[in-house]
Nanobody
C-alpha cells in the first residue's frame, strides 16, 4: 500500500486545516488507518485512528474534541479535520495503516505516508 498525505501548511492559532491520506496499490478498505505526528525534538505520537469500515475512531486526549478523522473507502482516502489549532499542534503529520490494531504504537503500523508539515503560529 502506498500512502500520499497532503493538506499541510501554515495556519494561525484557532484556524483549521484538513489533511487527506490517499492510498493506492492495496486493499485499503481492509486496513485501520491512523494519524501520527512528530514535533521537532520529540518522539512520534499517536493522534487519531479509524477502523477499516469507519465504525470506530480513537483520539489522543490532546486533540479530542478538536480533530475529526473520517474515511471514504470508495475514494481510498482518509481525512483528518483539524479545528481550533494550537501552536503545540505544530508537527509533521503522518498517516499509516495497520491490519492488527486500531490504536497502538507506531511499530504496529505497516505502511506510512511521507508526512505533511503543519505550522501553527500564535
Amino acid at each position: 500500500v502506498q500512502l500520499q498525505a497532503s493538506g499541510g501548511g501554515l495556519v494561525q492559532a484557532g484556524g483549521s486545516l484538513t489533511f487527506s491520506c490517499a492510498a493506492s496499490g492495496g486493499t485499503f478498505s481492509s486496513y485501520h488507518v491512523g494519524w501520527f505526528r512528530q514535533a521537532p525534538g520529540k518522539e512520534r505520537e499517536f493522534v487519531a485512528a479509524i477502523s477499516w469500515r469507519g465504525g470506530s475512531t480513537e483520539y489522543a486526549d490532546s486533540v479530542k474534541g478538536r480533530f475529526t478523522i473520517s474515511r471514504d473507502n470508495a475514494k481510498n482516502t482518509v481525512y483528518l479535520q483539524m479545528n481550533s489549532l494550537k501552536p503545540e499542534d505544530t508537527a509533521v503529520y503522518y498517516c499509516a495503516t495497520s491490519r492488527t490494531v486500531l490504536r497502538g504504537p507506531a511499530t504496529f503500523y505497516d505502511y506510512w505516508g511521507q508526512g505533511t508539515l503543519v505550522t501553527v503560529s500564535s
